[in-house]
Structure formats: structure tokens, C-alpha cells
């Protein structure tokens, strides 16, 4: 897993913290298009969304404070993808997820979500989807 770079790490961190305050309108917001974007993925989750919204953020959260040391988190991440995979996670919802976050950041951000922040949480959620989805090298979930 690549930990980020202290300019990335930090533009991260900064644009976190202005969500953390509506941290349960974005959480619903990434999830309504989610569905919207990939229905498919509606089944892989529980009626009541509660539980999985407070999941997301978190997990965001604990990214987002180690994202200048990821290396430390990759055996939870692998294990957290390996836990996707059962729940029926595919290669291409990661894609899906990743324009799902990076646009609800946007929306919830807005001028404050330029073109280097949205670059460095694009590196961060590369950096945890690669261990999650197998391009580590090491994830049972990676197609052979």
C-alpha cells in the first residue's frame, strides 16, 4: 500500500474535516448515488443503511488520518476486502465507488474541492482499493 505524500496527506485531512460536521448527509448522499449510479449494488447492503453509513465514515476517517502511513493499515484493508468479495463486490464497483465518492466530495466541498485535492483523494482511494481488490499482489480476491 503507497502512503501519501505529506502535501497529499494534508490536502486530504483539510477536506475531511470540512465534512466530519455533515458527516450523516454526506454518508446518505454517497449511498443514494451509489444506487442510483450501480442499482446492482443495493442487494450487497441491509434495508436500514444506518449501521453501514456510520461504517463509511468510520472507515474514511480512519483512512483519512493514517493516509500518510497506509502501509500500516494494509492487513485491515486486505481483510476489509476480502470481507467484500464474500458480500459479492466486483472489480467494477470499486471503479463505481471511487467517481461516487469523488463527486459527492465535490458536492459537499465545492470550490474547495479543486483540482489537487480531488487528485490526492483519488491517490488515497487508489492506494486502499488496489489492497482491497488484489492489485497488491497479495489479496485472495485478485482475478488470476
Known amino acids: 500500500m503507497i502512503d501519501l505524500d505529506d502535501k497529499d496527506s494534508a490536502l486530504v485531512k483539510k477536506s475531511f474535516v470540512k465534512i466530519l460536521p455533515r458527516r450523516n448527509e454526506f454518508s446518505v448522499s454517497l449511498y443514494d448515488r451509489l444506487f442510483e449510479v450501480a442499482p446492482d449494488a443495493r442487494p450487497m447492503f441491509s434495508r436500514d443503511m444506518t449501521r453501514q453509513r456510520e461504517k463509511l465514515v468510520a472507515t474514511l476517517t480512519l483512512v483519512v488520518n493514517s493516509a500518510n502511513k ?34 459527492t466530495l465535490a458536492d459537499y466541498l465545492g470550490d474547495d474541492f479543486d483540482t489537487e485535492t480531488r487528485a490526492a483523494w483519488g491517490k488515497l482511494y487508489d492506494a486502499v482499493a488496489d489492497v482491497m481488490t488484489g492489485a497488491d499482489g497479495k489479496s485472495p480476491s485478485r482475478p488470476h
Open 70 to 103: 497506509l502501509s500500516e493499515l494494509h492487513d485491515d484493508v486486505r481483510e476489509l476486502g476480502r470481507r467484500h468479495v464474500h458480500y459479492g463486490t466486483e472489480l467494477a464497483h470499486y471503479d463505481v465507488l471511487r467517481d461516487v465518492l469523488v463527486d
